[in-house]
Antibody
Framework: QVQLQESGPGLVKPSQTLSLTCTVSGDSISSGGFYWTWIRQHPEKGLEYIGY???????YYNPSLKSRATISVDTSENKFSLTLSSVTAADTAMYYC??????????????WGQGALVTVSS | DIQMTQSPSSLSASVGDRVTITCRASQTIDNYLNWYQQKPGKAPNLLIY???TLHSGVPSRFSGSGSGTEFTLTINNLQPEDFAMYYCQHSLRNLYTFGQGTKLEIK
């Protein structure tokens, strides 16, 4: 059974770069078949799709992030990462990693990490 | 972007009740509509995908219906563990978006 675990600093200063990693167990990212995805949830607010990476390195990003987001993959470590540059208080959120199967089940998230809370504050 | 609008934003009900939550899409999304349940401090949990298919392990008191732009989540015989936040989400194509959520509270 696949499990996802987010990790990274819980506090980031404004204008700096947020970095999170999602470690995957129970499945191999390099086996293909899934998009490895980041989603965030602002405090007391709704959910926002950030983007995904495929094991080949193909990525997609939510245009609302205005090129600040980068998702990368390390297949040797079986993990994928999110960096978000030039953060502001508006980037304070719970960040979740998840996966969805390519094809007709794309965008259906059956497995989620437990989330990593990131606060942007000086 | 496809906008997803849920109603109501909050709902009070009692154990044993039947409740319905509505989700409307700003354009047709065929049957690419999913429902998630979220409890405090937890990640969202997939309930229903492709409008009406129950995810593995989800009780049969949950059901989904609709097509095009209007969809519903129905919970029959509410149980104490059902009081939570519910979100709809379209998966027609990138960019995926969520509804703003419905808080189901105990009356």
């Amino acid at each position: 059974q696949v499990q996802l675990q987010e990790s990274g600093p819980g506090l980031v200063k404004p204008s700096q770069t947020l970095s999170l990693t999602c470690t995957v167990s129970g499945d191999s990212i390099s086996s293909g078949g899934f998009y490895w995805t980041w989603i965030r949830q602002h405090p007391e607010k709704g959910l926002e799709y950030i983007g995904y990476i495929y094991h080949t390195g193909t990525t997609y990003y939510n245009p609302s992030l205005k090129s600040r987001a980068t998702i990368s993959v390390d297949t040797s470590e079986n993990k994928f990462s999110l960096t978000l540059s030039s953060v502001t208080a508006a980037d304070t959120a719970m960040y979740y990693c998840t996966r969805d199967r390519i094809g007709s089940m794309a965008g259906v998230w059956m497995t989620w990490g437990q989330g990593a809370l990131v606060t942007v504050s000086s | 972007d496809i906008q997803m609008t849920q109603s109501p934003s909050s709902l009070s009900a009692s154990v044993g009740d039947r409740v319905t939550i509505t989700c409307r899409a700003s354009q047709t999304i065929d049957n690419y509509l999913n429902w998630y349940q979220q409890k405090p401090g937890k990640a969202p949990n997939l309930l229903i995908y492709k409008t009406s298919t129950l995810h593995s392990g989800v009780p049969s008191r949950f059901s989904g219906s609709g097509s095009g732009t209007e969809f519903t989540l129905t919970i029959n015989n509410l149980q104490p563990e059902d009081f939570a936040m519910y979100y709809c989400q379209h998966s027609l194509r990138n960019l995926y978006t969520f509804g703003q959520g419905t808080k189901l509270e105990i009356k």
